[in-house]
T-cell receptor, first 116, second 113 residues
């Protein structure tokens, strides 16, 4: 079974631009979560989608948004990029069903975003 | 404030030795605690998941313990191998609302031959 895939793997953008990252979950997984990882802050939870609905959201500004499609693929968008947005963006999928508090997450390799 | 603190920040050990990593949390209410291993340049891989009622869980040479009363967890690595060199991240799920994830900053382990 194929793992979680993320595209692109590397991206360089300029301040003020916007960017869209893509995540394809493991087949059959309906939950997709996004995380930001930086050397200073470590891993931080951005949001989780389940069945095309945002189920949870972390403490990030509104410039960070996401969506999930009917095939469970998800995209994350960052508008008006800032230098501090440079990070590894990780996507994770799981078999989580609504209301279940305990489930395994499988991470993709991440997209390395550099903002100059 | 919901926090997860890990210690030590970094650790160097010789191949074949054992080591223990610590995780203390103040997350409430508590749902579950996970340990992840993250190799450089790759996404984290789950090692163990423990709920409130579980005290110990093993995954090969990795054994995690949880004391929900003191809000402490540890990850013990037995007979370390060079491939154990990685960052180990403790994640607690809980806090206000459902399924919030609070991450520790990780312990960077280096195993030397």
């Amino acid at each position: 079974k194929a793992g979680v895939t993320q595209t692109p793997r590397y991206l360089i953008k300029t301040r003020g631009q916007q960017v869209t990252l893509s995540c394809s979950p493991i087949s059959g997984h309906r939950s997709v979560s996004w995380y930001q990882q930086t050397p200073g802050q470590g891993l931080q939870f951005l949001f989780e989608y389940f069945s095309e609905t945002q189920r949870n959201k972390g403490n990030f500004p509104g410039r960070f948004s996401g969506r999930q499609f009917s095939n469970s693929r998800s995209e994350m968008n960052v508008s008006t990029l800032e230098l501090g947005d440079s990070a590894l963006y990780l996507c994770a999928s799981s078999l989580s069903t609504s209301g279940r508090p305990y489930y395994e997450q499988y991470f993709g390799p991440g997209t390395r975003l550099t903002v100059t | 404030k919901n926090q997860v603190e890990q210690s030590p920040q970094s650790l160097i050990i010789l191949e074949g030795k054992n080591c223990t990593l610590q995780c203390n949390y103040t997350v409430s209410p508590f749902s579950n605690l996970r340990w992840y291993k993250q190799d450089t340049g790759r996404g984290p891989v789950s090692l163990t998941i423990m709920t409130f009622s579980e005290n110990t869980k093993s995954n090969g040479r990795y054994t995690a313990t949880l004391d929900a009363d003191t809000k402490q967890s540890s990850l013990h690595i037995t007979a370390s191998q060079l491939s154990d060199s990685a960052s180990y991240i403790c994640v607690v799920s809980g806090g206000s609302g459902t399924y919030k994830y609070i991450f520790g900053t990780g312990t960077r382990l280096k195993v030397l031959a």
